[in-house]
């Protein structure tokens, strides 16, 4: 059936070239020495290419192999997951470059490729990679062409390419029905594997973690904000982890906690009397893949209907780490009373602190909350005025402090940022006996004009505290706001080389990173990032079903029979297409009607001959059927006429189909006037 | 062994049923046009090995939850699709036209002239003709246009020679559907004997170049033949003049005929008797064409048929039917 022939050295080239590009992405998650090899391979066997040698033999290729084969396994001893799968498949593609050799090869590595390019997407489903893979099939159709195009007929790489897009667009609508309507099913086995940036904030964090963050300029979250109102940047607060022990050195996570089913109907009597006040601020958070369990969420957000694990502090968790983009909603109120009354164990948690150590700052407290007549919240108001009066600096560079560290940073060192000032404003707090903790997350996001949605990175992160009052339950209270103005020595955004500057800064020496034109650009890519996430990326089965349901609860019958008609349509469509523009189709219709005509005729008695041309014909019967003549020679010139003119090349397809149709209405309506 | 020729007969049973389906299909013809009950799609070879990456694909989608993975599969599952429509119109409107069939002899190649001619505006590429398990020609076609093909076959037997059902195939675009059609041009060449060289004994002739043919060159002046011109000489017979000669170089020149002494050989069927007659047949053909490399006229005689003297190449070929036709075995 199809003959093992060597292939030409342009489709080499050709497949070397995919080769290459399909591994490019790969290269990166491969060890060196693994990336390198690939490399190798394919440019050996250009090498060989281009010198005409033959290829290597049997045994040389057993032992590549064996030692390409061996390394993979010993450098992935012990791991598993689709790395080791993607590296022993891109490291097999590479070798199988040097046993290209015949049309057979040609066609295994292009398909091959394609696999591979798509194997890329279990590690980065951004839009680029999108448009990349889509490179990669476009190179790898137009392959194909090049592959079983005629050896005499070839064509050049472009019309190739063209014919490749053509039928790349000729089957995307195929494909997004497919992609829509298909049923998802769910997972054979379990897996995680996509590639979890771990950048962000972790359940344990150290002030220096939390100073590390400064410079990332990575994504955290984006959020959309369903009635429209963005909230201002000072009433964004997005909270993600409280940290309720201090050991002297750090805070963390408390250890002992209930944690709360949100489907679960029966609410615990805590949050049932939790207040939520004011106007409702529905929102959706679309977070990437972190490795962690939080969810980030706006101060103060109530447990809606999501899977969510929700704790004492209303802090959301999700049932299992997050490895793949998540996008959930939830609505905030910006004025709530959470915890109005601490049970005593509840008090001790939040009083706790450790028994030895910063015995300064105790003392410092107490003096303080004499001087406050033991009223909490004039107590905590003198400590933050102090903040903002005496020289306290916000730096991100602050000396890392080993022993004592509130004293160290209340009276020594004076430089800190947000977690310092909130670890101390909460140490201060509980050394007199008001609960306080730190809460750790993100504060305020930068708005995308494009798609008026917030984009909240890593640097925004922060720390603040929330302290109890009687009655009033827990307020957030931001130490960092209160320091002066000139004090704040270096921000995030500077840190990461984001702050804008004007137009006319670029013209004095300032970087082009920071010109507006560039942001804007990059707040475009971040939108349609955005819209492919949503669209294209995050659809799983759960979409599928809320599209199909949406539907399906409507109008069940009608759409699935309008459905069908639209697919028959589609591929009717296509037929007719090419039937209307196949020339055969306007002679069929006027030899239909000349043979008509000759039915006709038969049935009176006249038969035409076998092999009788309509010439001879008309004329022989003229001569049997004189009052006939005149019509006969009618019919037989219109179909002559007809015939021949749209044989000719220049005749244009629609102009002549309408002379035909014409033609063999003419022709009928004659023949049947003479019965 | 019996269980290799059973599944040979078995093979051969269907292949047998499939034909004659096939026959019921398609009426044998001159001229034909590819249409939409001729054309056959199926998964090539590589088709198969796309398929089983999609499924892959597929799979590793699902399983791992990835909606690109799902995009790009589906995306390839319409490509095969579509890629049967391309496949199919490539071929569809392909008109086929059995021009020539030009005779050969046994152990040669016969060849079929076919004219394929694409009256569309849609070009074709990369289409395989052939006949059945014979080695493929691959052509392509551009916009109205057409070309001529020649098909060859082994003549093996004797005889009328109908070379059967031509196959049309494409694998184009992509290589994964393959697109083909069964045709019958009706064509009908006829197989002459393969010639034996040989002694023969009536004459004395034998196989070698040396042969002296001149005694059959001796003329006498006389009505038959042309033989030349002379100058004219006074009193001559005026009819006999080349008048066109006089008047191109406006000298006069007479013809001159002669009469062939030898009336020519005789060929018998008698004379070259074999215990096998495609032997006789052979040596037969080697004298007819022997004869008539020489010039010389012959006659040939056969049980049933018999050919007048005559010499050229019109009555080579009438010999050569002759032969090729007698007690011919069935159409093949």
Same mark, same amino acid.
């Given at each position: 059936?199809?003959?093992?022939?060597?292939?030409?050295?342009?489709?080499?080239?050709?497949?070397?070239?995919?080769?290459?590009?399909?591994?490019?992405?790969?290269?990166?998650?491969?060890?060196?020495?693994?990336?390198?090899?690939?490399?190798?391979?394919?440019?050996?066997?250009?090498?060989?290419?281009?010198?005409?040698?033959?290829?290597?033999?049997?045994?040389?290729?057993?032992?590549?192999?064996?030692?390409?084969?061996?390394?993979?396994?010993?450098?992935?001893?012990?791991?598993?997951?689709?790395?080791?799968?993607?590296?022993?498949?891109?490291?097999?593609?590479a070798l199988k470059m040097l046993e290209l050799q015949w049309v057979r090869d040609g066609y295994v590595i292009t398909i091959l490729s394609i696999f591979i390019a798509c194997m890329w997407f279990l590690f980065s489903m951004t839009l680029f990679t999108g448009l990349y893979a889509v490179f990669i099939f476009t190179l790898a159709i137009a392959l194909f062409v090049q592959m079983n195009r005629s050896h005499d007929h070839q064509k050049s790489f472009v019309s190739n390419i063209k014919y490749a897009c053509i039928m790349l667009?000729?089957?995307?609508?195929?494909?997004?029905?497919?992609?829509?309507?298909?049923?998802?099913?769910?997972?054979?086995?379990?897996?995680?594997?996509?590639?979890?940036?771990?950048?962000?904030?972790?359940?344990?964090?150290?002030?220096?973690?939390?100073?590390?963050?400064?410079?990332?300029?990575?994504?955290?979250?984006?959020?959309?904000?369903?009635?429209?109102?963005?909230?201002?940047?000072?009433?964004?607060?997005?909270? /993600?982890?409280?940290?309720?022990?201090?050991?002297? *050195? %750090?805070? !963390?996570?408390?250890?002992? +906690?209930? &944690?709360?089913? #949100?489907?679960?109907?029966?609410?615990?009597?805590?949050?049932?009397?939790?207040?939520?006040?004011?106007?409702?601020?529905?929102?959706?958070?679309?977070?990437? /893949?972190?490795?962690?369990?939080?969810?980030?969420? *706006? %101060?103060? !957000?109530?447990?809606?209907? +999501?899977? &969510?694990?929700? #704790?004492?502090?209303?802090?959301?968790?999700?049932?299992?780490?997050?490895?793949?983009?998540?996008?959930?909603?939830?609505?905030?109120?910006?004025?709530?009373?959470?915890?109005?009354?601490?049970?005593?164990?509840?008090?001790?948690?939040?009083?706790?602190?450790?028994?030895?150590?910063?015995?300064?700052?105790?003392?410092?407290?107490?003096?303080?909350?004499?001087?406050?007549?033991?009223?909490?919240?004039?107590?905590?108001?003198?400590?933050?005025?102090?903040?903002?009066?005496?020289?306290?600096?916000?730096?991100?560079?602050?000396?890392?402090?080993?022993?004592?560290?509130?004293?160290?940073?209340?009276?020594?060192?004076?430089?800190?940022?947000?977690?310092?000032?909130?670890?101390?404003?909460?140490?201060?707090?509980?050394?007199?006996?008001?609960?306080?903790?730190?809460?750790?997350?993100?504060?305020?996001?930068?708005?995308?004009?494009?798609?008026?949605?917030?984009?909240?990175?890593?640097?925004?992160?922060?720390?603040?505290?929330?302290?109890?009052?009687?009655?009033?339950?827990?307020?957030?209270?931001?130490?960092?706001?209160?320091?002066?103005?000139?004090?704040?020595?270096?921000?995030?955004?500077?840190?990461?080389?984001?702050?804008?500057?004007?137009?006319?800064?670029?013209?004095?020496?300032?970087?082009?990173?920071?010109?507006?034109?560039?942001?804007?650009?990059?707040?475009?890519?971040?939108?349609?990032?955005?819209k492919w996430n949503k669209v294209v990326v995050s659809f799983d089965k759960e979409r599928q079903e809320a599209l199909l349901s949406q539907f399906w609860g409507k109008l069940t019958r009608q759409l699935f029979l309008m459905l069908s008609a639209v697919a028959l349509f589609l591929m009717g469509a296509l037929f007719i297409w090419f039937w209307l523009t196949s020339k055969k189709s306007q002679l069929n219709e006027l030899e239909k009607a000349y043979l008509e005509y000759c039915a006709l005729l038969e049935e009176n008695g006249?038969?035409?001959?076998?092999?009788?041309?309509?010439?001879?014909?008309?004329?022989?019967?003229?001569?049997?059927?004189?009052?006939?003549?005149?019509?006969?020679?009618?019919?037989?010139?219109?179909?002559?006429?007809?015939?021949?003119?749209?044989?000719?090349?220049?005749?244009?397809?629609?102009?002549?189909?309408?002379?035909?149709?014409?033609?063999?209405?003419?022709?009928?309506?004659?023949?049947?006037?003479?019965? | 062994?019996?269980?290799?020729?059973?599944?040979?007969?078995?093979?051969?049973?269907?292949?047998?049923?499939v034909e004659s389906w096939l026959d019921g299909r398609i009426k044998p013809s001159k001229k034909t046009s590819l249409k939409k009950n001729h054309i056959f799609v199926f998964p090539s070879l590589y088709g198969w090995y796309y398929i089983l990456m999609m499924i892959v694909l597929f799979i590793g989608g699902i399983n791992y939850g990835n909606s690109l993975i799902l995009g790009f599969t589906f995306w390839s599952c319409s490509l095969f699709v579509v890629n049967v429509f391309h496949v199919y119109f490539n071929l569809r409107?392909?008109?086929?036209?059995?021009?020539?069939?030009?005779?050969?002899?046994?152990?040669?190649?016969?060849?079929?002239?076919?004219?394929?001619?694409?009256?569309?505006?849609?070009?074709?590429?990369?289409?395989?003709?052939?006949?059945?398990?014979?080695?493929?020609?691959?052509?392509?076609?551009?916009?109205?246009?057409?070309?001529?093909?020649?098909?060859?076959?082994?003549?093996?037997?004797?005889?009328?020679?109908?070379?059967?059902?031509?196959?049309?195939?494409?694998?184009?675009?992509?290589?994964?559907?393959?697109?083909?059609?069964?045709?019958?041009?009706?064509?009908?060449?006829?197989?002459?004997?393969?010639?034996?060289?040989?002694?023969?004994?009536?004459?004395?002739?034998?196989?070698?170049?040396?042969?002296?043919?001149?005694?059959?060159?001796?003329?006498?002046?006389?009505?038959?033949?042309?033989?030349?011109?002379?100058?004219?000489?006074?009193?001559?017979?005026?009819?006999?003049?080349?008048?066109?000669?006089?008047?191109?170089?406006?000298?006069?020149?007479?013809?001159?005929?002669?009469?062939?002494?030898?009336?020519?050989?005789?060929?018998?069927?008698?004379?070259?008797?074999?215990?096998?007659?495609?032997?006789?047949?052979?040596?037969?053909?080697?004298?007819?064409?022997?004869?008539?490399?020489?010039?010389?006229?012959?006659?040939?005689?056969?049980?049933?048929?018999?050919?007048?003297?005559?010499?050229?190449?019109?009555?080579?070929?009438?010999?050569?039917?002759?032969?090729?036709?007698?007690?011919?075995?069935?159409?093949?």
């Amino acid at each position: 059936m199809v003959v093992n022939k060597h292939i030409s050295p342009s489709v080499c080239f050709s497949l070397i070239t995919i080769n290459l590009l399909a591994l490019f992405p790969h290269l990166n998650l491969l060890p060196l020495w693994l990336a390198c090899f690939c490399c190798l391979c394919v440019v050996w066997r250009l090498f060989l290419l281009k010198k005409k040698i033959p290829l290597p033999r049997t045994f040389t290729k057993l032992v590549l192999i064996i030692f390409v084969s061996s390394g993979v396994l010993i450098q992935y001893i012990g791991k598993s997951g689709p790395e080791v799968g993607v590296s022993l498949l891109t490291v097999a593609f590479a070798l199988k470059m040097l046993e290209l050799q015949w049309v057979r090869d040609g066609y295994v590595i292009t398909i091959l490729s394609i696999f591979i390019a798509c194997m890329w997407f279990l590690f980065s489903m951004t839009l680029f990679t999108g448009l990349y893979a889509v490179f990669i099939f476009t190179l790898a159709i137009a392959l194909f062409v090049q592959m079983n195009r005629s050896h005499d007929h070839q064509k050049s790489f472009v019309s190739n390419i063209k014919y490749a897009c053509i039928m790349l667009l000729q089957s995307i609508p195929m494909m997004v029905i497919l992609f829509v309507f298909f049923p998802r099913v769910d997972p054979i086995w379990a897996n995680n594997t996509q590639k979890i940036d771990e950048t962000g904030l972790k359940e344990t964090m150290s002030p220096s973690d939390l100073a590390d963050m400064a410079g990332k300029n990575q994504l955290a979250f984006r959020v959309e904000f369903l009635k429209g109102h963005i909230p201002t940047e000072d009433q964004l607060y997005w909270r /993600a982890l409280i940290l309720s022990e201090f050991d002297g *050195l %750090e805070w !963390s996570v408390k250890s002992s +906690e209930d &944690f709360y089913h #949100t489907v679960k109907m029966n609410r615990p009597l805590w949050l049932r009397e939790t207040q939520f006040l004011g106007k409702p601020i529905p929102y959706r958070v679309i977070l990437p /893949a972190t490795g962690q369990r939080f969810a980030v969420s *706006l %101060e103060l !957000s109530k447990p809606g209907t +999501e899977e &969510f694990l929700y #704790t004492r502090d209303l802090r959301f968790l999700f049932p299992d780490k997050i490895v793949q983009t998540k996008e959930y909603e939830m609505v905030a109120y910006q004025k709530f009373i959470l915890e109005n009354k601490l049970s005593k164990l509840r008090y001790d948690q939040e009083t706790k602190l450790p028994i030895e150590g910063n015995e300064r700052s105790k003392s410092y407290a107490k003096k303080m909350f004499g001087e406050a007549r033991q009223h909490p919240r004039v107590y905590i108001q003198s400590i933050l005025n102090s903040f903002k009066q005496e020289p306290f600096f916000y730096t991100l560079k602050a000396p890392k402090l080993e022993k004592d560290i509130i004293d160290a940073f209340l009276f020594e060192s004076r430089k800190g940022f947000c977690a310092h000032y909130a670890s101390a404003l909460v140490f201060l707090a509980r050394s007199v006996g008001i609960p306080a903790r730190v809460v750790v997350g993100y504060q305020g996001g930068e708005i995308n004009p494009f798609g008026q949605y917030l984009v909240v990175k890593q640097l925004d992160a922060h720390a603040w505290s929330e302290i109890w009052f009687e009655e009033a339950g827990w307020v957030r209270y931001d130490p960092t706001t209160y320091i002066a103005e000139s004090r704040i020595l270096d921000t995030p955004e500077q840190m990461a080389g984001e702050a804008t500057v004007s137009d006319d800064a670029i013209l004095v020496g300032g970087s082009f990173q920071q010109w507006a034109g560039f942001r804007a650009i990059r707040q475009w890519g971040d939108y349609m990032e955005l819209k492919w996430n949503k669209v294209v990326v995050s659809f799983d089965k759960e979409r599928q079903e809320a599209l199909l349901s949406q539907f399906w609860g409507k109008l069940t019958r009608q759409l699935f029979l309008m459905l069908s008609a639209v697919a028959l349509f589609l591929m009717g469509a296509l037929f007719i297409w090419f039937w209307l523009t196949s020339k055969k189709s306007q002679l069929n219709e006027l030899e239909k009607a000349y043979l008509e005509y000759c039915a006709l005729l038969e049935e009176n008695g006249f038969e035409r001959k076998q092999g009788e041309t309509p010439e001879e014909f008309c004329r022989r019967i003229s001569v049997l059927k004189p009052d006939w003549a005149q019509t006969l020679r009618m019919i037989t010139d219109i179909f002559y006429q007809e015939y021949y003119a749209s044989l000719e090349p220049s005749a244009s397809l629609r102009g002549s189909r309408k002379k035909c149709k014409k033609a063999a209405h003419a022709i009928v309506r004659l023949a049947k006037s003479l019965m | 062994m019996s269980y290799f020729s059973g599944i040979e007969s078995i093979s051969g049973k269907i292949d047998s049923l499939v034909e004659s389906w096939l026959d019921g299909r398609i009426k044998p013809s001159k001229k034909t046009s590819l249409k939409k009950n001729h054309i056959f799609v199926f998964p090539s070879l590589y088709g198969w090995y796309y398929i089983l990456m999609m499924i892959v694909l597929f799979i590793g989608g699902i399983n791992y939850g990835n909606s690109l993975i799902l995009g790009f599969t589906f995306w390839s599952c319409s490509l095969f699709v579509v890629n049967v429509f391309h496949v199919y119109f490539n071929l569809r409107d392909l008109s086929f036209h059995g021009s020539k069939a030009f005779n050969s002899f046994v152990g040669d190649d016969a060849i079929f002239e076919i004219i394929v001619e694409n009256l569309g505006r849609h070009p074709r590429d990369a289409i395989n003709i052939s006949f059945k398990n014979n080695r493929k020609i691959t052509f392509s076609l551009s916009a109205k246009n057409s070309k001529t093909i020649c098909l060859q076959i082994k003549a093996v037997k004797r005889g009328r020679l109908n070379p059967g059902k031509i196959l049309i195939e494409s694998l184009f675009p992509l290589g994964f559907i393959r697109g083909w059609a069964w045709i019958d041009l009706d064509f009908e060449a006829i197989v002459y004997p393969a010639p034996i060289p040989c002694r023969w004994d009536q004459t004395g002739l034998d196989e070698s170049e040396e042969n002296d043919f001149s005694f059959s060159k001796k003329t006498k002046i006389g009505t038959d033949d042309f033989d030349g011109l002379k100058i004219f000489q006074e009193g001559e017979s005026i009819k006999r003049i080349d008048w066109k000669h006089w008047a191109r170089t406006d000298s006069l020149y007479s013809k001159v005929f002669v009469n062939n002494l030898h009336q020519g050989f005789s060929l018998k069927w008698e004379d070259f008797e074999d215990h096998n007659i495609e032997n006789t047949l052979s040596y037969l053909t080697y004298w007819i064409i022997r004869l008539t490399k020489e010039g010389q006229n012959f006659s040939l005689e056969l049980p049933t048929t018999q050919m007048e003297l005559g010499a050229g190449p019109l009555h080579l070929e009438k010999c050569l039917n002759a032969l090729a036709l007698w007690h011919a075995p069935a159409i093949q």
